[in-house]
């Protein structure tokens, strides 16, 4: 999982502008009727932030639990005696891969979700070109690691730039990027660059990770633009931090000053007021 919910949940995968979005103009370039599917990789790859898990993991060790029961559906017992990786592991990127696809059912003809030993880029590669050869529009949605130049996979840390080459020179389509690799809006041209509509990342480090992918697909899939989509799981995971202030007060510091504002959704992209109903052209792309 990553830099979960901050401070307690911080580690589920764990520039600015006047505003949060560059400019884009409307396109014409995409269809009313298409197949999509859904690829999410979601891993935490046993890098949990460490200055979370010594504040808030072994300082509030018994609320920690608490929440991490409740969110993830699992009897408080079964969390003893795991470190925070652990935890994020077993029960942590099975909730999350779980909450999308409930979300992601009624829309996507095709879902596939990536973690553990098959969270790689050669393997990731291989299913979206896959996905491509067979004319689906992919979405993609990146629970990961990551750094203003890399995206951090389970068994590898991959430049962005050569990531997004290679699926160009396989000619892979992706229509959006949801993510929340920590500092990944530094590198987003990488991802217009190669025709994307959509996609998003933060300044600084992300520590709005856990519900927000799970809200996106949610509010995508539920018609709102890609614009709006990303907006609604920034908003709506503030909400759910706050709601658990009175167990863990320390999450209020996640909610307020530079950490929440390094954590603001940057987006970006071809056309980010794309919806569900627009399709990339394949015949032309």
């Given at each position: ?99 999308i696809n409930k979300v992601a059912q009624d829309y996507y003809l095709k ?175």
């Amino acid at each position: 999982m990553k830099k979960l919910i901050p401070i307690l949940f911080l580690s589920f995968l764990v520039f600015s502008c006047e505003d949060n979005s560059t400019q884009n103009p409307e396109s014409s370039e995409y269809v009313s009727e298409g197949r999509a599917a859904l690829v999410m990789v979601v891993e935490n790859s046993d890098r949990a932030n460490q200055q979370i898990e010594d504040i808030a993991f072994n300082s509030y060790p018994s609320e920690t639990r608490q929440i991490f029961s409740e969110v993830f559906e699992v009897p408080i017992d079964s969390l003893l005696n795991k470190d925070l990786n652990q935890i994020l592991d077993q029960y942590g990127e099975p909730w999350q891969i779980a909450e999308i696809n409930k979300v992601a059912q009624d829309y996507y003809l095709k879902t596939i979700a990536l973690t553990d030993q098959n969270a790689n880029a050669e393997y990731l590669i291989q299913q979206l070109e896959l996905l491509s050869k067979e004319e689906y529009n992919i979405d993609l949605v990146f629970s990961l690691h990551g750094t203003s130049t890399n995206i951090q996979f389970v068994n590898e840390s991959v430049p962005i730039k050569e990531f997004t080459e290679s699926l160009s020179q396989k000619n892979i389509k992706v229509r959006v990027l949801y993510q929340t690799n920590c500092k990944s809006a530094k590198a987003l041209d990488n991802w217009t660059n190669i025709g994307v509509a959509g996609c998003n990342g933060t300044i600084e480090n992300n520590y709005l990770t856990i519900f927000a992918p799970i809200n996106f697909v949610k509010s995508w899939v539920g018609g709102h633009s890609y614009y709006d989509a990303v907006q609604y799981a920034y908003d709506e995971e503030i909400i759910a931090l706050k709601s658990y202030n009175d167990v863990l007060p320390i999450l209020d510091y996640i909610t307020s000053g530079n950490y929440l504002s390094g954590s603001l959704p940057i987006i970006s992209g071809r056309y980010f007021q794309i919806t569900k109903d627009d399709y990339i052209n394949i015949v032309n792309y």
